[in-house]
Each structure stands twice: as C-alpha cells, then as structure tokens.
C-alpha cells in the first residue's frame, strides 16, 4: 500500500544523508512504527511521504501510483497528517477544525457537520457539547484526540503520525493509545507512525522499521525483532530486558495448558494424586458444578492426606483471565507469590493452567527453533 | 521595535540610504535654486536650528528627569494600587493630538518660549511614564522573587534587577517620546516658541518653496538624527546580557 | 462660559469640518490598509526585504509632519494639487505605512510553527493557509496598529489645516492667528473627543473581528 524504494535524502552542505536508500513495503491495512533515536531520518522519511521534504532519489508509490507524479497539495489532502503540537487552529471552532480537510475539498456544510458530530461520538466527546466550542477550552488529550479526528475526517485511506501522542501525560497517553488501537480495528488505516518509545512502538505496531543513521536496520513483527534483533544496535536499543517487553504480546492462552484436569470437591483425594501423578503436575484445581474454580490440593497433601478434596483443599490466591496478557500473568504470579494460576474465561469457567516454566519455555522457543 | 534586524544589514543601509538621500536632496536644491536661498538664509537656520534644539532639549531632558522617577515610582509599594488608573489616564492622554497639546497650552499660559516647552514637556511625558511603568511591570516575577530571597533590600532590587531588565523598553519609550518631540517642535513656532518651524510656516504662507524646504530640509535630518543617536545610545548603554540587540 | 456658547452657535460648522478629517483619515488609513497589509505579508517571506522595509517605513514615520507636507508642495504642486486634501491624504498614507505594516509582519511571523505545519501537511495552498489560519490570528494585532495609525493622524490631519486642507485644525490656527480663544479651545477639544472616541472605536471593532477562539479564555 505504501512503498518505498530506494529512498534517499541529502541536504544542502550535508556530509551524510539524512536518509540512505531507504526501501520498505507497508501492506493496507497496518500500522508501521519508524522507530530510532534522535536524527535516526524517521520524521525525514515520513515526511517524504506526503512530499514536505522532497526525495533525493527514489520513489514512494502509494497505493501503486508514483508520489512525484502528483501535485504535492493534492497528494496531501489525500493523506491524514498527525503532528505532536497537534497544530489545531485556535481561531476555528473544534467543528471548523476537523472539516478542514473536507471544506476544501468541496463538501457540503451538512455532510461536514454530520461528519464532525460521527466522529466526535466515535471518541466519546458529545457533539452537543464540544463542536462549537474552541481548541483553548479543551485539555491537551482532547485537543489530541481532535487532531486525530481532523487526520480522518475525509476518510483518507493513509495516516502519517509524527510523535502524536509525545505531548501527552503518561497516563493519558495510554488511555489514547488503546482509544486509537481500537478506532484502527474498526477503520483499518494503512498507518506510518513515528516514534521514539519504544513500549509505544511495541504496542501499537503491526511491523516496526528500526532506522538508525538515515539506514533501515530491521523491518519486522515487534515480537521477531525482540526475539531476532538483527544486530547489536537493535538488541541494546531494546535494552537487556527486551525479552521481557515480549510479554506484553502474547497472551495467556498462548502459554496455557490447555483441558486441564480437574476435580470436584466430592472426589477422593487418591483420584486427585493420581490424575497429579499422570499429568506430571504439582497441584490439581477443584472445580464447582458449573466448572468454576473452587480451590487447589497440592500433591503432598494428595498423598498424605485423607478423605475427599473438598475437606482438605486450599483456597486459590487469584484467578487470571483469558484475555490478558503474559505481561500481567507475571505480575499477577510475583504479587501472590506463586509459580501457577488457573485461568477462566469471561464466565469464570476454568479453562487452563499458566505456569512461570510454561511461559519461560514458550518464550525460550523463539531462540530454539530461530 | 521588538524585531531583531542583522546588525550588518543596517549598517549597510543606512549608509545606503542616506548616501540617496543627500543625493537626491541635492539634485533637488540644484533644480529649485534652493542652494543660494539656504545660502542667505543661512544665519536665519543657525540661529532658529539652535532655538529647535534648545526646545528639543529642555523639554525633552525634563520629559525624561521628570518621566522616569514617575514611572519607577508608581510601581513602588505605596503606589502601586494608583498605577493602572495612571496607566488609563495617560492612553487616553497619549490619544490627544500635541497640536491641540500645545493650543491648550498656550491658552493658559499665553505665547512665547515657555508655553511651547511646557507643550512639548507634556507630549514627551507620557510616552516615558507609560514604558517605565509597564516596562517594570513586565520584569519578570521569579526574579525579584529571587532577589527578595537572597535578601536584598527594595532599592538594591530597583537598581540591580528590575532597572536593568527594564531598560529596553525605557528606551524604547524614550525613543518613542523624542521622535514625537522632534516631530511637534516645528510647531512651536505657531504659539510664539521659535525654531525651525519659522522657516516652514512662513515659506508656506508666502508661497516660497525654497524657504520652506530650507526649514523643513534641517528638521528632518534633525529628527532622524535624533532617532539615530538614542538607538545607537540603546545599542551600547544597555548590558549584553539584557539587550537582544547586542 | 463662552467657548460654550461658540461650540453651540457654530454646531454646523463644527460637525462639516470633523467630516472633513474623519474623511482624510478615513480614506488615507483604509488605503493603508490595502497597502501596508499585503506588504506585511509579502516581506514575512524575506528577512533582509522585511529589515529595508521596515527601517523605511520607521525614517518616514521620524519626519516631522509639517516638513512633510512641505516637501511634497513642490511635487504636487506640479498637478496643482500643493496644498489641500490631497497631500493630507497621501502624507497620512505614508504615516501609516509602519505601524500597520509592522503589525502585519510580526503578527504573521510569530504563528505557532505547528498551526503552519499542520496546515500544510493537510494539504492547505498558501493563499489557503494565510485566508483560514494566518491572517485571522493576525487580525488582533494589525487592528491595533491601524488603531495606532488612525489616532496618531488625528494629529497629523490637524497640522495640515495649516495646508489648506480643512478640517477640525482650522480652528486651532484660527484661534491662533485671530487670538480667539473659544476657537482654539474648540478645536483644541473637538480634535482631542475625535481622537479618544475613535481609538475607543476601533478597540470595539478589534474585539468584534477577532475570532472567539483567540480572546482570553472565559471563566469556564
């Protein structure tokens, strides 16, 4: 969808370029993070897209056709644009502000203004309320999100971000994050983001280009790079604990095991020992009638002990949900300071263990078989 | 005049610029036999250009004795709750044409010499009043903050921190002030004051073309030159470090 | 009092010759605006143009008003036109080169990088951005400087009287000349009352053209 090939930037009185033939292939429909430290020639790239800086060399096709071919304020309001000063203009209404785009390309004022009022409820900001009002009166995440709004209001197939939530509080920045992974799903741009945090860039990207000194170093899924880093630039730039940002990606039902054995609270506790003894494991979940999880026994007390589970169980410390991430599992296992979880469903119902050598084992895979 | 223009450049244009000018006025003296009129009448434009800058001079040196201390003490604790009102009265006082300034005075104080300068001493004032007060003003809090914390007292605080942070915009009243004063002067001569006003008031009514830009000619060299020198003087006068044109 | 009873006796007279400077200043000042404001706009495009610019216009501003208006009686008179309304308006066009100009210019220069970076990754034409952007965040400031401009003509329309240009000046050099002071009184007050309604006029109409987004933030 966006394709750069051989992309070059030098400028005037520069010894290096900013930008060393640089070629990548973005497919419709994902976010790409340009990720690198400071004069890495992310923004540079990016800008070449919507022709703010003209190529050296190289072409950039988007969608098939040839950049160069445009003319560069056509190519633009085809394009959303996202800066970090979020750049709303004070002297229009929030309204006036995300119709910019349609405005000049000639819609009418009612398709705008009902435009404007869809996408302030798509943020959860009543168009009643906000689309007269003006960018002072809103608070710097507002303002963000407008800005996002003002990059889509003509429904460009393509969004360029420059650091678009840098200027954001951490907490907020998060909150937004997660509003615009779930505006993407539904809108499914094909996105070129710039960045220079990396949790940013490992959360939000669906392939992250790691530039450094004008030059693309790696070009991958943000779980292959933490895995594989190409060289000793990406790995330090990940720093030592990337294979803990890992974590975050993958989810507790790609470390769980699966059908997990279980008992009831009428069981002996010799069936407990011996299913313990045929699957290999340490503890056994009792379960209530509907599946959920009750209690555990563990295998000492299995053997030792006398009579049913139910008289003889332990309480569980905590549950996890299918639904987190491996990230929270951890956590969740050094705060109750256990080594296994069992793991429900949105109803509660039991549906498997994780366990700290599971995930260790599962994330060690990528270096075994890679 | 808050923009920074390269030093160089304007060297280099004022050069310019008056290089054309002499140029110009003198094709234009040849052409209108200007040269020998300004010739006899020489004596009469030293002796009025002296009464021009002795007007200039008086009233604009008491504008600034009297303008600044006013200025600096409308901000001083006592004051300080009279300052915006005084700020409003002299907006609406600057408003005031120095035309109707100096009519005004002359109807209290007659004609001659003294009403002109007291005119011209009223013009000037306000400018001055108006930038120290705001200039003050504007010195930024932090720093008397933390003047006030390392225990200087509020007159070593006047003349070692809120004086030189304001000087800028002193000066720049000052300019402001003496470009008005230099420009109004000429009119002295209407209410009896004299200075080169004589020349162009006369050479108008008389219809003499050559008399009138012998009187008009000299005040406008003089009004520049004024300029000049005070920009120059607030180029160098003011410290490095709070001066954005040094 | 009797400058009282001349104002009252010569109310017709009065209110012709303030028509006669309202329209110099009026018509002198809006060509100033046609004039000084696309100027404003060209040399934010070029600094070394900006400074020649911006020093002329502040050497015209330093000529005192009656040396102008001689210098320009051998120029114009060669039209016939030496004396009267015409040298009047072209002196207060000159006059009012620089504050508008200025103003102008520093208002457009100091727009927040970012609004113009915006505006131009949206695809935004220049006239685009200087029409929905630029030009209305400058309104404020250009409005204080024809505000400056007019009020400061006030005074120069007043001295042209003694050119032969009419208006609110000839009673003070009536006044003058024939040592009538109800007249010079009269002028003296009638050009004042102009000048401080109109500034107070034209702050009216600054706040009325700026747009709601730029005032002070309101109490929410």
């Known amino acids: 969808m966006i394709r750069l090939d051989r992309v070059s930037k030098v400028f005037a009185g520069a010894s290096a370029p900013a930008v060393d033939h640089v070629s990548m292939e973005i497919p419709a429909g994902e976010i790409c993070v340009l990720l690198g430290p400071s004069g890495c020639g992310k923004t540079t790239t990016m800008k070449m ?30 394009l959303g644009y996202v800066i970090q000063q979020i750049g709303l203009f004070p002297n229009k209404t929030i309204g006036e502000n995300i119709c910019i785009v349609p405005d000049i390309l000639g819609w009418n004022r009612m398709r705008s203004r009902k435009r404007a009022a869809e996408l302030l409820e798509m943020v959860a900001l009543d168009p009643a309320i906000f689309i007269d009002r003006y960018p002072k009166e809103l608070s710097g995440g507002q303002q963000q999100r407008i800005g996002v709004l003002r ?69 991958d899924s943000p779980d292959n790079i933490l895995a594989h880093p190409a060289n000793a630039f990406v790995s330090d730039f990940f ?45 056994i979940v009792m379960v209530g009638p509907r599946g959920r999880p009750r ?48 793991c429900v469903d949105e109803d509660g119902v039991l549906k498997g263990y994780v366990t700290l050598r599971g995930i260790t084992h599962l994330l060690a895979g990528a270096y075994r078989d890679g | 005049m808050a923009e920074r223009i390269e030093s160089g450049g304007l060297q280099r244009l004022w050069q310019n610029g008056l290089l054309v000018l002499v140029f110009t006025l003198g094709a234009w003296a040849w052409a209108s036999g200007l040269l020998p009129t300004m010739a006899a009448l020489w004596d009469d434009i030293a002796y009025l250009g002296r009464q021009h800058v002795w007007l200039v001079v008086v009233s604009g040196g008491l504008a600034i004795l009297v303008g600044v201390p006013l200025g600096i003490a409308l901000t001083r604790r006592q004051l300080r709750r009279y300052g915006d009102a005084v700020l409003q009265f002299l907006n609406i006082g600057a408003t005031i044409p120095t035309l109707a300034v100096l009519a005004l005075s002359m109807s209290v104080l007659g004609i001659g010499a003294r009403p002109a300068i007291f005119g011209l001493f009223i013009a000037t004032l306000l400018p001055i009043v108006a930038n120290t007060l705001a200039g ?32 800028l915009v002193i000066f720049a009243g000052v300019r402001t002030a003496l470009a008005i004063n230099v420009g109004t002067a000429p009119l002295a001569f209407l209410i009896g004051g004299g200075g080169l006003g004589e020349l162009i008031f006369t050479g108008i009514a008389l219809n003499e073309f050559a008399m009138m830009l012998a009187g008009a000619i000299p005040t406008a060299l003089l009004a520049i030159f004024v300029d000049f020198i005070v920009g120059q003087m607030q180029l160098w006068t003011i410290p490095r470090g709070v001066n954005p044109l040094r | 009092m009797e400058t009282v009873d001349y104002i009252l006796a010569n109310w017709p007279l009065i209110a012709s010759r303030t028509g006669e400077h309202i329209s110099i200043v009026g018509v002198a000042v809006g060509l100033a605006i046609l004039t000084g404001v696309p100027i404003g706009i060209a040399i934010t495009q070029n600094r070394r143009a900006a400074a020649s610019v911006l020093y002329a216009a502040s050497i015209v501003i330093t000529i005192p008003s009656i040396a102008l208006f001689g210098m320009m009686i051998p120029i114009l008179s060669l039209i016939g036109q030496g004396i009267g309304y015409l040298p009047a308006v072209i002196a207060v066009l000159l006059y009012s080169q620089l504050p508008i100009i200025r103003n102008t210019y520093t208002a457009i220069t100091n727009v927040d990088p970012a609004l113009r970076e915006a505006a131009r990754g949206m695809g935004l034409t220049r006239l685009q951005r200087l029409r929905e952007v630029e030009l209305p965040i400058a309104v404020p400031v250009i409005m204080s400087g024809v505000r400056v401009a007019v009020v400061m003509n006030i005074g120069v329309t007043a001295i042209a009287a003694y050119i032969g240009a009419g208006g609110l000046g000839a009673f003070i050099s009536r006044g003058i000349s024939q040592t009538d002071p109800r007249q010079l009184v009269t002028g003296a007050l009638a050009v004042s009352v102009l000048a401080v309604v109109s500034d107070f006029a034209l702050l009216a109409l600054q706040r009325l053209l700026t747009s709601p987004g730029l005032r002070e933030a309101r109490a929410a």
């Open chain 1, 295 to 342: 209690g555990f026994v563990d295998l000492k007390t299995a053997r030792d002990g006398r009579g049913k589970v139910g008289e003889n169980h332990e309480s569980l410390a905590t549950t996890i949900k299918l639904s987190e991430n491996l990230r929270t599992a951890v956590s969740t296992m050094f705060r109750h300071d256990v080594t296994w979880l069992a």
């Open chain 1, 49 to 78: 897209v919507n022709r703010l800086i003209e190529p050296t060399s190289g072409e950039i096709y988007i969608d098939g056709k040839s950049t160069a071919d445009q003319d560069p304020v056509q190519l633009r309001r085809t």
């Open chain 2, 136 to 167: 003050i003003r504007a010195v930024a809090p932090h720093l008397i903050e933390a003047a006030e914390g390392m225990g200087m007292s509020p007159r070593q605080i006047l003349i070692g921190v809120e004086l030189p942070n304001a000087m």
């Open chain 1, 151 to 219: 990059a889509i209001a003509a429904d460009p197939p393509v969004l360029l971000m420059d650091e678009p939530f840098g200027a954001i509080d951490p907490i907020n920045r998060e909150i937004i994050q997660d509003e615009f992974l779930k505006m993407q799903a539904t809108l499914k741009k094909t996105i070129m983001f710039v960045s220079h945090d990396i949790d940013e860039a490992v959360k939000m990207a669906d392939r992250i280009a790691i530039f450094r000194e004008g030059r693309l170093v790696q070009y």
């Open chain 1, 239 to 283: 720093g030592g604990d990337r294979t803990l940002k890992r974590l975050q990606l993958l989810r507790v039902p790609d470390a769980m095991i699966h059908d997990p054995p279980t008992v009831t609270a009428d069981d002996p506790l010799d069936r407990a020992a011996a299913l313990m003894a045929e699957h290999g494991h340490t503890s």
